[in-house]
């Protein structure tokens, strides 16, 4: 049952980000070129994104997931080098390319070959971030 709703809540959520333009590379430039050609648009996608999260997380505090499991806890509010380093990645990412990592997981059956080496240079990012904050974290604390 827990497969059956992952499943559904991924569609959605892929869907979501269809219908709202995030996986069209262009738009997203677009939102992010502010001394350029700005498209505003994805800013009621970012509210409609947050708002409702934000009345989620309220929501969460003391409950249960129904299938099984627990919320997970709040993030921490320090601001540390390996948030900004992310941060810069992300950035530098979805700048280039147009796309972070769940729209680029939607748009990969018509993304073309870009979309491709971009999903598969984004996985390899997100396999090799621990051993390589691992190896940073001892460095900076020797």
Same mark, same amino acid.
Request: glycine share 14%.
């Given at each position: 049952?827990?497969?059956?709703?992952?499943?559904?809540?991924?569609?959605?959520?892929?869907?979501?980000?269809?219908?709202?333009?995030?996986?069209?590379?262009?738009?997203?430039? =677009? !939102?992010?070129? /502010?001394? *350029?050609?700005?498209?505003?648009?994805?800013?009621?996608? #970012?509210? &409609?994104?947050?708002?409702?999260?934000?009345?989620?997380?309220?929501?969460?505090?003391?409950?249960?997931?129904?299938?099984?499991?627990?919320?997970?806890?709040?993030?921490?509010?320090?601001? =540390? !080098?390996?948030? /900004?380093? *992310?941060?810069?990645?992300?950035?530098?990412?979805?700048? #280039?390319? &147009?796309?972070?990592?769940?729209?680029?997981?939607?748009?990969?059956?018509?993304?073309?070959?870009?979309?491709?080496?971009?999903?598969?240079?984004?996985?390899?990012?997100?396999?090799?971030?621990?051993?390589?904050?691992?190896?940073?974290?001892?460095?900076?604390?020797?």
């Amino acid at each position: 049952m827990r497969s059956l709703y992952a499943f559904l809540s991924g569609g959605l959520f892929g869907a979501g980000l269809y219908v709202s333009g995030m996986t069209d590379t262009r738009k997203v430039q =677009g !939102w992010l070129d /502010v001394f *350029g050609d700005w498209d505003p648009t994805l800013a009621f996608v #970012l509210a &409609g994104a947050i708002l409702p999260m934000a009345v989620a997380w309220r929501l969460t505090h003391a409950r249960r997931p129904l299938v099984g499991g627990s919320f997970p806890a709040p993030a921490e509010a320090r601001i =540390g !080098w390996p948030l /900004v380093a *992310g941060s810069i990645l992300f950035g530098i990412g979805w700048g #280039l390319m &147009g796309l972070c990592p769940g729209p680029s997981m939607a748009s990969i059956t018509y993304g073309g070959t870009p979309g491709a080496v971009f999903l598969a240079a984004m996985l390899a990012g997100m396999r090799a971030a621990p051993p390589l904050r691992r190896r940073l974290d001892a460095l900076t604390t020797a």
